[in-house]
Each structure stands twice: as C-alpha cells, then as structure tokens.
C-alpha cells in the first residue's frame, strides 16, 4: 500500500501555497442541507486534547446536515489500534477513526477497515497528491489534515534561526533539564541528525524496511539518546501533554507537532516554531470507516463535507493544521498563513521528510526501543 513518504511536484506545489494554523473563515455560502445524510449520529474514534475546537466543527456539521457527531478521543495510535482489537473496529461501537498514513498498515493487516467509496465521500474535492492509500484498487483512507513535528522553542530562551537550527539543538547540553520529547519520535530526531553526520551503520530510512537494518541503526541511536536522557525535563505523548510541557513544566525546546506549537502561541506565550535544516518530519492523517460500522450513510456524509472547502479548512483550524480540500486554503485566516510562513522559511517545504509506512513488526520493536529510553 502506497503513503505518503516523498513529497512530490504537485504537493509540493500545493503546500507553498497552503495557510497553516488558525481560525478558519468561513465567508464563502454554507454547505445545503440537501447535499448529505439529513438525520442519524455518526461514532467517532479520534484524537483526544482538542476539546475546544472540535464541538464547534460538530456543531456547523450537524446544522449542515442533522447528523449528530458522537466523540470518543484518545492520545495515542497505539490506544486507537487497542481499542480496535478489543472489538471496536467490528462490533458498531465505532464508525471511523482518523490514524495517521503511516500506520494504515495496521487496520489493514489486522482488517480492522473497510473501503470507502470515492463519490459518495466527494473524493474528486481532495488534492490528488493525498489520495494515495489504495489497496486492490480501492481507497482505504480518506485524507484529512497534514502537518509536521519540528522544533519548538521559546523565542525568548532558546532563539533559532531557519539554516542553522539542527535537529542536533534539541540534544545540546545548554538545554540540559528543559527538553521535552516524545519517546519514539524523538528517537527518530536523534536517528536522523546522527545520520546527517554519519555516525550510523546504514542510511536512518533504511530501517524502516530491514529488521536486521533496524536493529543496528536504533541501537546505535537508543545509545545516543540515553546518554542525554538527563536532559529531558518531562517526555510527551499526547496534545495536553505537550503543551504542558512548555506552559507549566519549564521547556524552552522541544520535538513537537505543529499544532502543539500553534496552540500554545495563539495563547501569547513566546512560542516559535520551525524547521530543522535536515527537513520537518511531514505526517498526513486520514479517515478510514471500521469494518463493522453501523452508520455509513453519516460517514460518508461527514468525510463530505471535510472534502469541501468550508468543511476542510474548518477541521484543519480545528487541529491548527494544514486542509487536504481544494479551495480550503482560500478559507484560512491570515494568521495562520504568517504562521505556516515562519515555520517553512526558504527551501524547508522541499525538504519535508514524510514519516516512512510502519509495518507491525517495525512499531512492535520500534515501542521497545522508545520503552527503553523513556525508563533509562
């Protein structure tokens, strides 16, 4: 099955001209009534920490279309896969769920989903270049948002510039009792900077679809990262989490998502956010409609109205992210352009490094060597 894992012309293309982060307005007409599913509820397994902006975009969905939306969020993929084996993927208490591409390959492997179809969903609304996740023909995820993880900092404490800021920062001993990370991405970040000094065995990437490869490159990196384990004040795994770290627990740098980033900025605090010279690591997330579904008519009708241009910028602002729909980037705030702007100066956005696809024995030994690090 075929993610997003380069970042092709058209993407390309596409992002220099997308706003990030912000409010969205929505200024163009509302979306009819008659155009969807008009009565029902829709279950929705998805992702926990945006308590304030997600009832706002439920609520001009049902009023759009009468389908209430029944939320249920949690802070991990890994507890989205759980949740799934333990039946919600078959037994109806779920209709959709909103995994990142690189880790479709799980709810295919463990056939937790079922395919979409592309013209009930307005299909033909998204940019192409998302619309990669097809297996047999059929399109088994639904693009939702995009975004990336890259360096926070605070501008006052730890001041970075684009060209010079590294992946390499985040481990600098000056920053020594006020980093936070997330324990298997920040792997990764630690992965990816030795590799562009050449202290790995095998190109970083490599990994990804080697086992043997794997063992040697993060062994190499799960020593790096534990000799500077003293330097992380508090490690992330979820939204809240991260967010905390910087408000109340004492960070000036970090690996963190961009919303994380957006968010704290938007509340004043002196935030920044940036690409490192060896490229953002770019993340896509997608809907896929469980196996067992009962409401499909409203999944469909919700996957709709994200795939027009007032649906999508609204759920891309929801997440301070980046819309998939076509004519959605019209519909941002300019903020959240300048935003986007100061987080991908100069060449960044034709360095985007798109998180590989993760097969199961990959995050299996992957969750191992982040468990070590996290407990060293």
Known sequence: MSTHKTSGITRRAMLKGAAATGAVALAAPAIVRSAFASSGELNFLGWAGYESTFPGVFESFEKATGIKINFTGLGSQDEFVAQAKTGGATNGAFDISEPTSDRLSSWLDNDFIQPWDPAAIGADNVEPSFLT?????????????????????????????????????????????????????????????????????????????????????????????VAKRGNIAQFWSNENEAQGAFRTNGCVIGFNWDTSAAALAKEGLPIGYLAPKEGAIAWAQNFV????????????????????????????????????????????????????????????????????????????????????????
Not at 145 to 173: R, V
Request: overall charge negative; glycine content about 8%; aromatic content about 14%.
């Open 289 to 376: 409609l469980m196996k067992g579904a009962k409401n499909v008519e409203q999944a469909n009708a919700w996957v709709k109205w994200i795939n027009s241009p007032e649906g999508g910028a609204a759920w891309a602002a929801a997440y301070s992210a980046n819309p998939v729909a076509k004519g959605a980037v019209a519909l941002m705030a300019p903020e959240a352009k300048a935003f986007f702007e100061a987080a991908y100066p100069g060449d960044a956005l034709t360095k985007l490094w798109w998180w590989p696809e993760q097969p199961s024995w990959f995050i299996d030994k992957r969750t191992e060597y982040a468990t070590k690090f996290v407990s060293a």
């Open 133 to 225: 996740a097809m297996k047999d023909g059929k399109l088994m995820a639904s693009p939702s948002i995009w975004g990336t993880e890259a360096l926070t900092y605070n501008k006052d404490e730890a001041p970075l510039a684009y060209g010079t800021a590294s992946l390499g920062d985040l481990f600098d001993d000056k920053y020594a009792g006020k980093l936070t990370l997330r324990g298997h991405s920040g792997l990764a970040a630690a992965g990816r900077w030795l590799d562009s000094q050449g202290q790995l065995p095998h190109p970083f990437v490599e990994g990804y679809s080697d086992p043997d490869k794997m063992v040697a490159i993060w062994d190499k990196v799960l020593e790096f990262a």
